[in-house]
């Protein structure tokens, strides 16, 4: 994708979503929660009230062109700088995708919304919705989210339990572990039965494999992880990506089975796609189809500029 999109960003390679076009309809960083795991560092509006971020319009234009001249992607995801459910309009947006064309829809939230009953009908239009649950109780909840003032676990946790009532589609429910926040046989334990008493179709277990907003956050091992599985119902899957290689491989293929490969991006399309998704230098070459002497080349100066950071963890080089 060329640099000429403001609220699309990718197709990102994804090990669950395979090739996903991002759309981000709140601005960097809008959120109900300032979580110490997020990649995308520490929120900056920390806010519970919807609101129109972006014109519903453009976003709706820039959609229209990206199906006329591409099209290519196995799902729409609502993502990126923070919290989708903030956007009010969030439920006309998947109605105009969905009226347009037959790729799924997905919304990944942090699952803090659904008490709210629009938040649940708008959502609900969707194909698969991603929630969170990394907290127990309300202190784990405060600890470990850092919620909007206001915001009380088990008011979060009805909500949750009444979407998955009404919801017709796929339900995902991802569980973040820290090593000695929660990640200790006893609080997995706990994580587990609500996350039992929520039913979603599939668990997704993480970890810190990428830069976190804070440095005292820290990964469980990814054999921790695989063990963790099995206290689970349904029974987990890791999502985490402990080789650092990209998710998946280019030329993934389309709903239709029609193959196509992942074109060369610019420099432009890599400042909007890294901070919302903090990538490797290896993982950059293979999403864009270049070798990483090319990558180097692209963001060296968009470094410069300051539009990009750069982050050494466990001896690995991150972007973001």
Known sequence: MS??????????????????????????????????????????????????FVPFSDVCAELEQWLAEDGHADYITFAGSGEPTLYSRLGELITFIKERTKIPVVVLSNGTLFHRLDVCEEAAKADIVKMSLSAWDDASFQRVNRPAPGLLFETVLAGQRNFRRLFSGRLWLEVFLIEGINANRTQIE??????????????????AVRPPAEDFVYEVTEEKLYTSCNLFTPRAEVAASFNTQPDTQPGLKNNDGANHTISRVVDESLADLIPRHPSTE?????????????????????????????????????YK
């Open 190 to 207: 706990k994580i587990a039965e609500i996350a039992t008493e929520i039913a979603p179709d599939k668990i997704h277990l993480n970890t």
């Open 282 to 318: 290896q993982q950059l070459a293979e999403m864009c189809g270049v070798d990483t002497d090319t990558v180097r080349e692209l963001l060296a100066p968009l470094i410069e500029e300051g539009l990009l950071q750069v982050e050494d963890r466990d001896g690995i080089t991150w």
């Open 3 to 52: 640099g000429k999109y403001k609220y699309l960003f990718g197709p990102v390679l994804s090990r669950r979503l395979g090739r996903s076009l991002g759309v981000d309809v709140t601005p960097l960083k809008a959120c109900s929660l300032d979580c110490i795991f997020c990649q995308c560092g520490n929120t900056a509006y920390l806010v519970t009230e919807r609101a129109e």
